[in-house]
T-cell receptor
Framework: GAVVSQHPSRVICKSGTSVKIECRSLDFQATTMFWYRQFPKQSLMLMATSNEGSKATYEQGVEKDKFLINHASLTLSTLTVTSAHPEDSSFYIC??????????FGPGTRLTVL | SQQGEEDPQALSIQEGENATMNCSYKTSINNLQWYRQNSGRGLVHLILIRSNEREKHSGRLRVTLDTSKKSSSLLITASRAADTASYFCATDAEGTGSRLTFGEGTQLTVNP
């Protein structure tokens, strides 16, 4: 089956720093990647949709200047949490999709902001 | 906001019993999918049921879809301790470009 990886799996940073999370589709080319956020014991909330070579589409309430998304190639999308604060601590999950096929989810990145 | 609502929020059963989880949604859909998530891990895709399908099976999993009631159920038969996880439904709503909206999830605990 299709494999999506995320790096890093865990990151701890100080308040005010920026953190970059990578999402890679390992064995297929993903025209679209999605970024989700999941708080403890809650469901996944879609943050943004990114299509290769174009600007990401953000969900209502998600600050695009705070959560920078770059989808520079068909196998890589990055999410940068800028000037992170403790309330940004969460589990960030990406998924990748080829055209209108099934989404394949990455293993997630646990971000802890001190 | 999340479209899907799932019940129960938590379910605790004994090994060998069946587990049934329900999901309701609000808009017209292309398909509905069920995912499993072990604590602190990523999602595993379990099954997809299209809007023109009423029932689908995969191993010990049985999914039903009632588009008139905008609801779906996931049945896990002969449960095992390893089935302990959170289960989420996700809808691919019409006109959303195949974006998924997740339900609140059911935490299933199977006791050995």
């Amino acid at each position: 089956g299709a494999v999506v990886s995320q790096h890093p799996s865990r990151v701890i940073c100080k308040s005010g720093t920026s953190v970059k999370i990578e999402c890679r589709s390992l064995d297929f080319q993903a025209t679209t990647m999605f970024w989700y956020r999941q708080f403890p014991k809650q469901s996944l909330m879609l943050m943004a949709t990114s299509n290769e070579g174009s600007k990401a589409t953000y969900e209502q309430g998600v600050e695009k200047d705070k959560f920078l998304i770059n989808h520079a190639s068909l196998t890589l999308s990055t999410l940068t949490v800028t000037s992170a604060h403790p309330e940004d601590s969460s589990f960030y999950i990406c998924s990748a999709r080829l055209v209108l096929k099934t989404q394949y989810f990455g293993p997630g990145t646990r971000l802890t902001v001190l | 906001s999340q479209q899907g609502e799932e019940d129960p929020q938590a379910l605790s059963i004994q090994e060998g019993e069946n587990a049934t989880m329900n999901c309701s949604y609000k808009t017209s859909i292309n398909n509905l999918q069920w995912y499993r998530q072990n604590s602190g891990r990523g999602l595993v895709h379990l099954i997809l049921i299209r809007s023109n399908e009423r029932e689908k099976h995969s191993g010990r999993l049985r999914v039903t879809l009632d588009t008139s009631k905008k609801s779906s159920s996931l049945l896990i038969t002969a449960s095992r301790a390893a089935d302990t996880a959170s289960y989420f439904c996700a809808t691919d709503a019409e006109g959303t470009g195949s974006r998924l909206t997740f339900g609140e999830g059911t935490q299933l605990t199977v006791n050995p």
